[in-house]
């Protein structure tokens, strides 16, 4: 089946929902407005039970099927944050807020998820209970993993859990998705290299924390190279180095940070065993000493198989089978639905956004066009895998 017509119907009103959210951004946890929004609209539609204030501004919606002798219950998940960036560009929806844009497109991700909530409880054609997750903080707060610690799987009995993410560059109308690693799990370090500060026309009197910082960087930019198997995928990638005030002083302190992305456990424990090695023996090479703060941010997004093969599937049946990619490479971008997917099995698709900016970019615009098919696929996911 293509797009639902009742889905093509609600478009319009979806779009004006979703062009709201963009003009009004929240950061992180305080999506206070988005969330009110959601849990109003989530009872005009008539949910069987609506429950807020999980991590602090998170809403659950119930909606029971027509039957529920199945007893499955399917959880479906939306982002409603953005991001701390100054839109470009001159939409008649534009930012309002300075300093705040929907950048990755949780507007739409936010919109989308409404629509479904309206349609499966008007039509309920389903032998089971959806369990809708609007979550806030997704853009590095973790927002996820404090509703899974506040115990949301638990509380509302999730049997499986699914999630969706617009992606630029694959066209509207159209899904990707692979079983196993599809997202990259995301960590942080900072090096702190501790030395001798002295002036610069006599650096033998002093220990160059400059000169051990630019070997180290070297160093920590070999480990993917020369320590990662070649057919497996990891970046380690320094963003910043702050060292020194002057031109004529060698600084007692240099801060390196940087950022390391894996598809495997594996691969994530041995980086992180390299990148302190690493530092300690090259700050010792050149009398320095190193703190390491190293810091695990959001795992691997990890697809259940059966999952995959069952979201995939569905997206078909949306978008024909030449509209879904099965086999498509992962991405290094990472994704707190990865902590979803550690407690439940599951799975996670990207839905095509057409040619527009790339996500995190200040002119991005999520597309209004990918609405009815990303709606359509929830609707069709909930009734497929739990017929009536």
């Given at each position: 089946?293509?797009?639902?017509?009742?889905?093509?119907?609600?478009?319009?009103?979806?779009?004006?929902?979703?062009?709201?959210?963009?003009e009004?951004?929240?950061?992180?946890?305080?999506?206070?407005r988005?969330?009110?929004?959601?849990?109003?609209k989530?009872?005009?539609?008539g949910?069987?039970?609506?429950?807020?204030?999980?991590?602090?501004?998170?809403?659950?919606?119930?909606?029971?099927?027509?039957?529920?002798?199945?007893?499955?219950?399917?959880?479906?998940?939306?982002?409603?944050?953005?991001?701390?960036?100054?839109?470009?560009?001159?939409?008649?929806?534009?930012?309002k807020?300075?300093?705040?844009?929907?950048?990755?497109?949780?507007?739409?991700?936010t919109?989308?998820?409404?629509?479904?909530?309206?349609?499966?409880?008007?039509t309920?054609?389903?032998?089971?209970?959806?369990?809708l997750?609007?979550?806030?903080?997704?853009e590095?707060?973790?927002?996820?993993?404090?509703?899974?610690?506040?115990?949301?799987?638990?509380?509302?009995?999730?049997?499986?859990?699914y999630?969706?993410?617009?992606?630029?560059g694959?066209?509207?109308?159209?899904?990707?998705?692979?079983?196993?690693?599809m997202?990259?799990?995301?960590?942080?370090?900072?090096?702190?290299?501790?030395?001798?500060?002295?002036?610069?026309?006599?650096p033998?009197?002093?220990?160059?924390?400059?000169?051990a910082?630019?070997?180290?960087?070297?160093?920590?930019?070999?480990?993917?190279?020369?320590?990662?198997?070649?057919?497996?995928?990891?970046?380690?990638?320094?963003?910043?180095?702050?060292?020194?005030?002057?031109?004529?002083?060698?600084?007692?302190?240099a801060?390196?940070?940087?950022?390391?992305?894996t598809?495997?456990?594996?691969?994530?424990?041995?980086?992180?065993?390299?990148?302190?090695?690493?530092?300690d023996?090259?700050?010792?090479?050149?009398?320095?000493?190193v703190?390491?703060?190293y810091?695990?941010?959001?795992?691997?997004l990890?697809?259940?198989?059966?999952?995959?093969?069952?979201?995939?599937?569905?997206?078909?049946?949306?978008?024909?089978?030449?509209?879904?990619?099965?086999?498509?490479?992962?991405?290094?971008?990472s994704?707190?639905?990865?902590?979803?997917?550690?407690?439940?099995?599951?799975?996670?698709i990207?839905?095509?956004?057409?040619?527009?900016?790339?996500?995190?970019?200040?002119?991005?615009?999520?597309?209004?066009?990918?609405?009815?098919?990303?709606?359509?696929?929830?609707?069709?996911?909930?009734?497929?895998?739990?017929p009536?």
């Amino acid at each position: 089946m293509p797009v639902i017509n009742r889905v093509a119907d609600l478009v319009p009103e979806i779009a004006q929902w979703r062009q709201d959210f963009h003009e009004h951004p929240e950061l992180l946890f305080d999506v206070n407005r988005t969330a009110a929004i959601v849990a109003e609209k989530l009872t005009e539609f008539g949910c069987d039970e609506i429950v807020t204030g999980i991590a602090r501004t998170g809403v659950v919606a119930i909606i029971q099927g027509r039957e529920t002798g199945s007893g499955k219950r399917i959880a479906l998940r939306a982002d409603m944050d953005a991001l701390p960036l100054d839109e470009l560009g001159d939409l008649p929806y534009k930012s309002k807020v300075p300093g705040k844009m929907h950048a990755c497109g949780h507007d739409g991700h936010t919109a989308m998820l409404l629509g479904a909530a309206r349609y499966l409880a008007e039509t309920r054609n389903f032998d089971g209970t959806a369990v809708l997750i609007f979550q806030p903080a997704e853009e590095g707060g973790g927002g996820g993993k404090m509703m899974l610690d506040e115990g949301i799987m638990e509380r509302f009995a999730i049997d499986e859990a699914y999630g969706m993410h617009n992606m630029p560059g694959i066209p509207v109308g159209a899904f990707a998705i692979r079983a196993g690693a599809m997202m990259a799990a995301a960590d942080r370090f900072k090096i702190l290299v501790q030395g001798k500060g002295t002036h610069a026309a006599m650096p033998h009197q002093g220990t160059d924390t400059i000169l051990a910082s630019c070997h180290l960087v070297t160093a920590l930019h070999s480990i993917v190279s020369r320590n990662v198997d070649p057919l497996e995928a990891a970046v380690v990638s320094v963003g910043r180095i702050c060292a020194g005030e002057t031109f004529n002083v060698l600084p007692q302190q240099a801060e390196i940070l940087g950022t390391v992305r894996t598809l495997s456990p594996k691969i994530r424990d041995d980086i992180e065993i390299r990148v302190r090695s690493i530092a300690d023996h090259v700050a010792a090479t050149f009398g320095a000493t190193v703190e390491v703060d190293y810091m695990r941010g959001y795992p691997v997004l990890m697809n259940d198989a059966a999952s995959a093969s069952f979201m995939q599937d569905a997206a078909c049946d949306v978008a024909g089978s030449q509209g879904v990619d099965g086999k498509g490479n992962p991405i290094m971008g990472s994704e707190d639905f990865a902590f979803m997917l550690e407690e439940r099995p599951g799975a996670y698709i990207f839905l095509g956004n057409g040619d527009s900016a790339a996500l995190h970019h200040p002119a991005y615009d999520f597309n209004d066009a990918a609405i009815p098919y990303g709606v359509s696929l929830w609707a069709r996911l909930i009734e497929k895998r739990m017929p009536v």
